[in-house]
Every structure is written in C-alpha cells, then in structure tokens.
C-alpha cells in the first residue's frame, strides 16, 4: 500500500559542507553556558510559587463513565489544562453520533504520558492499527490499516498538515506537551472532514488553559548526548487566556542493537545492478542519525461569552535532521548520480522547517444554531543536501523544495427537534508547490485547489438508537504545472507548462449505532471515500500524467463493545475496504516510461480486538490485536500479495501505582508481523521479494513523585535490545535510556 521506493528529489551543486551542521553544534554548546541559568531560573521561579495547600488534580476519565468501568489507564487532563474543543472537526463534538457508528481510538495525554511520547509519531505507535515504521531521511511513515500516510488525513485541531508534493510530513517535528489527545478514526470517516481521507483521520487536539494557572518545566537526557528541554505556560484573566511552549531536542544518534551484523549495501543508479558494494553501516552508533529540533507553540484566544470562542494558534517547527543510509545489498539501495543535475541517498536535511497560523472562531446564534470557521496558512521548507559518501565530507547538491497550502473551512450546526442535528461542512484550500533540483537552477512551480461540501444528519428518535447519514461534493482542480529540462551537461535548457485538469466527486456515507440497558453497543457503517492524486503523482516521475483519476475505497466496518463490570471493559471490530484506481508507479509492461497511473486494486480486511481490565484501583491492564489481510485483485498482477501490511499487530500495556509512595510502573510491549516491503511487478516481474522479520519489543518507565509539583523518572526503550528492521536496509534503534525531572505549577 505503499511504495518501497525511496521519495525521488532532483538534486546538484556544490554549497557549504558537513561542517554547517557541526558549527550549529558549537553555537548550541555556548550557548547552552547562558541557556542553563535561564532555565534553571525557571525552575527555581515555579518551586517559589508552589502553595503546599493545593491539592493535585482529581484525575476522571469521561470515556470510563460512559462506558460503565472504572476509569481507563493513565492520567487524564484533570484541571492542569482543557482540551481545545475549537480543534473538533464537528462542533458538538462529545455527542456527535458519528464517533459511534465507526472505529474511533483515542490517545489520551495521559496515554503518552505513559509511553514516555516525545513526539506524535512515537505516541501512534502504540494505537491499535496503526503501523509507525522508521526508513529513508529518518521520517517515521505511518500507516492506518495498510492506508500510507499519504492516504489518510491527519490533522491539527481540525487543519490539514502536510507538504504539497507528496502530501505528508515528519510526524517526529511534533512534540507532546502540547497535544490534549489525539483522535484516530478508521474506515468511515464523518464527510464533515471534507476530501481526502481514504483510509481514515488522525486528528491531533492540542491544549488550552484551565481556569487555575499552570506553568511546567522539564529537562531529559538520553544515550549519545541526547537531550530534551520543554517549557510550558497557560493562563486564563477573565475572558482571555493564552497557551506557550518552547521544545529544545538534540541528539547525536542513536545505538544499533548489539546483535546488528554490518552487511553490503548497494550503491549505483536505478538501473541495473548496484555499482558497488561496500559496508557503510558498522557495528555501535548509526550512521548519520543525528538531529536538532527548536519547536515553539502558542494559542491565544477569547470567550466573551460560554456560547463563543476566538482563537489564533501559531506553530514553527525547526528541524534539522540526517538521512540515515539503507544497510541493504539490493540495487539502488543508495541511489547515487554524481552527474548535474546530482542526488544521492548519502544526504542531510539541514532546514525541514514547517510554520503556520491558524485562526478558530465559534459562535452560537441561537438554541438551534451554531457557527464554527477557520481560517490558515501554512508553510513548508525542504532543503535536501547530498554528499558524495557516507564520510559526508564532500557536498555535491542542493535541492529545495518550498510548500504553503491556505484555505478556510466552515461548519454549522442546526438542531430543528431534540432528536435531530443537521451538520454542514465547507473546506477550499489551495495548494502550492515550488521546487528546484539544485540552486543554479529556477524553481518549477505547481498549484491546486481543492473543495468540499458536505451535509450530515443525525437521528436520534429512539433512545438509544444513532442512525448517521452524510454525503460530500469534493473537487479537485490543477491551475499551474511546469518542470524543467536541462541539457545534457545538466545546465538549464528550458521549462515545460503541463496541461493541467480538474474533477470532481460525490462521496456518501451512513451507519447506526445501538446501545443496549447493559450498555453493550452495536455499531455499523458504510462510506464511500475519495483521495485526489497530489501534484507529485501528477507531475513526478519520468513521464507526467495530468490524466490521473482518484483513488477510490468503500469502507466498511462493523462492530461491538460492552462493560464486562466495573472492572473491565473489551470491544471487537471488523473492516473491509475495497480500493479502486489505486495510484502507483509499478506500471504495466506496455508502458515505456515508468509513472504514476491508476493500476491497483487492492482489497483490505481484518479485525480488531480491545480489552481493558482494572483489577485494583491502581493497576490498569490493556491488550489489543488486530489481524489485517490485504490482497491485490488488479489485472495483470504478478502475485496477490500487498506490501507494507503486516498480518498481526499486538500491543499489552500495564501501570501500577505503588500504595503510599506512589511510584508509577508503566510497561509496554508491541508486536508487528513480517510484511514485505519489496514484490515483483507487472513492469519488474524478476523483483527479488523482500520481507522484514517479525518482532516484539518492550518498554518501560518508572517515575517517582517528589513532594507535590516535582516529579523524576527513568525510561527504557526495547529493553530486550532487540535488533529488527521496521523496513529492509533501515535497522532500528537498540537499547536505549531517559531520565527526566519536571516541576509543575497548578
């Protein structure tokens, strides 16, 4: 379900060298003689302001008293912070019948919190379904039932959040500390989210402030200099309130597994046989794994009235990060062309820069009416710099890509009768795309709109009962497409304009729900989905096809959960999504030029199993299993297997408070299954397969309260140092360690 190849970038010219990259390190390591006092005042500010008198949060679980059982694992917000309902794609958000009729996960603050979660990326991997694997340019892909990221929609209190090219962005640029809960939802997504969500949406809801002021610092350290530092500040004064977060990460790598055994990898170009062989990954610290993050957040907002909000949200994430290279023999593992225009897989990421506002306003009319608008824009930077080896001395090229997407968004809801809501929805954004393959050359720009309009109705004339049907008008237009072409000798010869196009689609959905006197609900769903081709498929490649058609899926789920008592609660769920007009570049044999067509049809289908068991008031136990099938049905198809989908996923959680102390043991265990990660083609019938191994890994974390605002804790990550490849070539990290100390103010 998604591509094994490496994300192609045009690339040449010789710029600065490796040693940009330690210069930052130097400045960071001077300026960390200033930046200690600073924060350390910090820290001494919030212990001076402590009044012993307060008492901590009572923590309350509002899924657990829905569903009947005790409470679920982890903290919640409690009064430290309150969820940012303005983020919520559908305005009633709490009683929107939708989350009941598909398969909806929720990770909790407390959930990550658990996890020992630095980044959104790290927390999904522990959800049900959701695959997080690690490979090229040290990005985690995620992936939701076999869907690529670049078929789901993920979202950042209701905005869309990727690039314009291949439609998705590192996950890892965002921190925790300001997420308030991260809502996954699978399948048969609300039309309300407007066009895009094929496989399904991850909605990321960030914070806002309770009505006590809250303040809280904390410092971490880890394996090979890596370090972490988060300051965070909300407060409410009448009817303003406002939300800040500064987040520092640095880290000189990572270790490889003690049972990591260097092997060959393929240098050369795409065709053909590797053109050499040779060992670029040793025993002991990854190669090229090194990273410095600078994020800052802030929300500021009004509510001159409990019936309306006004919000603007700022974010700029700076990151700058290597490409570890591929450890795998295969050809074109490390693709390298020494030639202009120059791209090789030995490469750095010194700007990855993504900024953006965003501007939330609700307002109720009246009894029956609300109103909810956004408004952003945001931006996106991309400089990729290849080397000619693994020394990483020598730079050959410098390409950049640079992205904004804008746009506005609208929702009502309209209660004509207790029993009945109507919900609208409107999105129009437009996209815009300027790459360049080096700096001697001229940017090439693309751009597109996209829209959508979608009508929701939910029914709830018979107690219990939640019938929810919906429908979207979503279209897609090209405005602007044009490459360049270069000489031989790579110099710049001329620009070609693309033939651009539009479409456009209808797209229905429905499902019910029914909650019995034991509070077991039955639930069930069917919607048609639509992904339109980003402007990498269209224009990438080495041949263009403005012709693409979307990608199609009709996905349905089915499904039951119910309190087994006060104690325990579990629910099984089943899926089926059969996808049309899959876009790939595995391209029939008659095709001269690879590129991007429709040619898959893929089919998906499995199950989900959840259970949560709370035996004593402080020791929650969690499992979940998912079985996934996918299988190729298109025509000419040299096998019915499906890359990237493994079989079985399996995650185990528990956390124990200790009686009196109060030391808070939380261990996870993850299982994926093998899956492949590279299969024979119509266009590439001899393609060797390749299958990463299974594996299990086991975590853990211990953290001790000290006095009633202070906290320390250690963290160990694969604790079994396991040595296993989330993808083929990429070998993940070893053992590895975190100890932390926050101070909080409530």
Known sequence: MQSCSFPKRHVASSVSSLNDHHNKGAIWKRKKLFLWPLFSLFLLNICWAVEPSIAPPSET???????????????????????????????????????????????????IEATNSKTLAEALFHAPGVRVATGAKNAPNVSIHGFAQHRILVLIDGVPYYETRYGLLDLNQIPTENIAKIEITKGAASVLYGANALGGVINVVTRKPSDKPYARASMEFGNYESQRYSATHGMKAGIFNYW??????????YRLSEDFEPTPSGIGNKKGKPQFLRIVQEKGQRVNSDYISNNVWAKVGIEPTKDSEYYVNFHYLDRDKAWAPSTNSAANSIRYFPDKPAFTNFARLPNYIDWGIDLDAKQKISDKVILKAKLFYHDHTDDLASYDDETYDRKLALSTYKDYLMGVSFFADYLPVAW????????????????????????DESTSFTGSVGVENEFNFVKNLSVVAGISYDWFKVDKAESTKTKKNGDFDYKTQHPTGNTDTWNPMGGVAYTFADKTKLFGSVAKKTRFPNLGELFGGDKPNPDLKPERSLNYTLGVSRPLSTYAKAGVSAFYYDVDDMITRDTPPELKYPSYVNYDKVELYGLEVSAEIYPLDDLVLRADYTYEEARNRSEGRVTDDVTYVPRHKVNLAMQYSLPVIKTRLDFDMTYVGDLYCQLPTPSKPTNEVQKTSDYTIFDAKLTQPIWKYFEAYVACKNIFDKNYEPEVGYPAPGRSFWVGLAAKYL
Do not use: C, M, Q, W
């Open 61 to 111: 679980s509002v899924s657990a008293e829905k569903s009947g059982v005790k409470e679920t694992r982890a903290a919640k917000n409690g009064k430290e912070f309150e969820v940012y309902e303005l983020g919520e794609v559908v305005i009633s958000a709490e009683n929107a019948g939708i989350k009941e009729v598909a398969i909806v996960n929720e990770i909790t603050a407390g959930d």
């Open 244 to 253: 800040l977060n500064y987040t520092h990460a640095r880290s000189n790598g």
């Open 420 to 443: 009945d809501t109507l919900r609208f929805s409107a999105h129009y954004k437009k996209d815009n795309h300027e790459e360049r393959a080096d700096n001697y050359l001229p940017f």
